[in-house]
């Protein structure tokens, strides 16, 4: 392989990066005048430096290594999403209605100047489409709350699970069905979500909202 080759480059670019960051900042360094014999230094340029390094990491093995702790990282990340923050566990029973329409402060055109919606408009999403399922948050860290919301799921097919942590992978290999992950808590801030369990259902024009203990899911 040559290292100067590109993708030589691209494969092993984070190791190159992080070499470059961990490297001591002598290129920062103050003139401290001369304190001793001055020797000529042979000068390399970066990418020679890091190619040097790179090949006798590569040699060593260290590249293989840091290679695989990286895909190994990446696919714990994948399977592992970071769990919602700032979500309690449900003690009481309560319920709350959501009004999911939206005001479009601009207008909405088609390519060809054609206004579909004007600005100022409001619309209803559930007057053009109802939801069919029942969607449930619930921490797959907790195994009861995994527990009772499988019950669920097996007992009404309409049921969507939705998990604010844990792992969607095992759970859903587990059951044998999807399990989805609300990543980055768009949903959870979508509405308002502070606890869970929590059930959502559509209730006429409107949302039900019901933060439900673990021992009553049903």
Not at 4 to 14: E, G, I, K, T, V
């Amino acid at each position: 392989m040559k290292y100067s080759d590109p993708l030589f480059f691209a494969r092993y670019w984070p190791a190159a990066l992080a070499l470059v960051l961990l490297a001591p900042a002598a290129t920062s360094a103050a003139n401290l005048g001369v304190v001793g014999p001055v020797y000529p230094i042979a000068e390399q340029n970066a990418l020679s430096l890091i190619t040097n390094t790179l090949k006798a990491k590569e040699k060593s093995g260290e590249l293989a290594r840091l290679e695989k702790e990286a895909i190994k990282r990446s696919m714990y990340s994948l399977k592992n999403p970071l769990a919602v923050p700032d979500l309690g566990q449900v003690t009481q029973r309560s319920s709350r209605l959501i009004d999911p329409t939206v005001r479009y402060a601009q207008a909405i055109t088609t390519d060809e100047g054609q206004i579909v919606v004007p600005a100022g408009a409001r619309i209803n999403p559930l007057d053009v489409m109802s939801l069919s399922k029942t969607l449930v948050f619930f921490d797959g860290r907790d195994a009861a709350q995994v527990t009772a919301v499988h019950k669920m799921v097996l007992k009404n097919p309409r049921v969507k699970p939705i998990l604010v942590a844990g792992s969607w992978l095992e759970i859903g290999r587990a059951w044998k069905q999807t399990v989805f992950f609300d990543q980055r808590g768009a949903l959870s801030k979508r509405f308002e979500i502070s606890a869970v369990p929590t059930v959502i259902r559509q209730q006429g024009r409107a949302l039900l909202l019901e933060e439900i203990p673990t021992r009553e899911l049903r």
